[in-house]
């Protein structure tokens, strides 16, 4: 029989997370170190970035913080560098970092209303930057030590509008102006999952594992209608807490999901099976 708790084990492996100081990078970063990884955190906000690597290293684990602009090529190469100076390997990637328009009572009033007849083309080139040429410049960056080790394993975080439009019904408030998650989202997370099938079949047989883990809507102080609305049409009824994606994101990480690549975790609660 297998061992299961070695199966899930990071012991001596080294992972980065990109946007590792937001809402769910914090809770992978914790994650893969609880497991025994090696953790860097990378973030634009380099404030946050060394806060929370001194907190997983103040609980026992191992972390590194290092800042970064995932849109610079120059920026990530130099992340690159900075991990195997002090590590000498880098085994997983974690794609985390995104522009995700939100709509929790902190970001609602601030971001307008996202009209698409409307939407600018610099918000729309400054989406594709980050969410998509990001991953890729990360991606890159990271397969060619991944190469030279024999191994490597890189998850990019997606979404359940990447795999259906959004429901702009539940951005609505009653005798308030429209608005919309924007168009930028669905098809950035959208081109997260052609990536993702891309760089799987390019590496075959290159023992470089590359994954989707697509996040369901995730609790983050919404106000009652916006959970109202978001829950009813979940199957299970409401929205994620910001811990149930760590399962999905070890499983992903470890070997116990030898035998996945190219494929999309989908954790939403049931919204994309009605």
Not at 34 to 56: C, K, P, W
Not at 100 to 124: C, M, R, T, V, Y
Not at 207 to 233: C, M, Q, W
Request: hydrophobic letters at 40%; charged letters at 20%; glycine letters at 10%.
């Amino acid at each position: 029989m297998p061992d299961l708790p070695k199966m899930f084990d990071l012991t001596e492996r080294v992972a980065v997370v990109t946007g590792g100081a937001g809402l769910l990078g914090r809770q992978f970063c914790h994650t893969l170190a609880e497991a025994g990884a090696q953790v860097v955190v990378v973030d634009i906000n380099q404030e946050a970035a060394e806060s929370l690597a001194e907190e997983i290293n103040q609980a026992g684990s191992q972390a590194m913080s290092v800042p970064g602009d995932i849109t610079r090529p120059v920026s990530v190469q130099e992340m690159v560098k900075k991990v195997l100076k002090a590590y000498h390997q880098l085994d997983v990637l974690v794609n985390s970092a995104a522009l995700d328009p939100k709509f929790d009572k902190e970001h609602i009033s601030g971001q307008g209303a996202n009209a698409f007849e409307s939407f600018p083309l610099e918000a729309w080139n400054q989406a594709l930057s980050v969410n998509l040429t990001g991953m890729f410049l990360c991606s890159q960056a990271v397969s060619k030590p991944m190469l030279e080790q024999g191994e490597g394993v890189i998850i990019n975080i997606c979404s359940t509008y990447g795999l259906v439009g959004p429901d702009q019904r539940i951005y609505q408030r009653e005798g308030q102006p429209p608005q919309f998650k924007p168009v930028t989202y669905t098809v950035t997370k959208a081109g997260v999952l052609g990536l993702t099938k891309y760089l799987a079949t390019y590496y075959a047989g290159k023992n470089i594992r590359v994954n989707a883990l697509s996040p369901g809507g995730v609790f983050n102080a919404h106000d009652e209608t916006f959970v109202k609305a978001y829950s009813a049409r979940t199957v299970i009824g409401r929205m994620a807490e910001k811990t149930e994606m760590n399962g999905a994101l070890l499983f992903l990480a470890s070997d116990a999901s030898s035998y996945m690549t190219g494929a999309n975790l989908v954790v939403d609660g049931g919204w994309t099976a009605w």
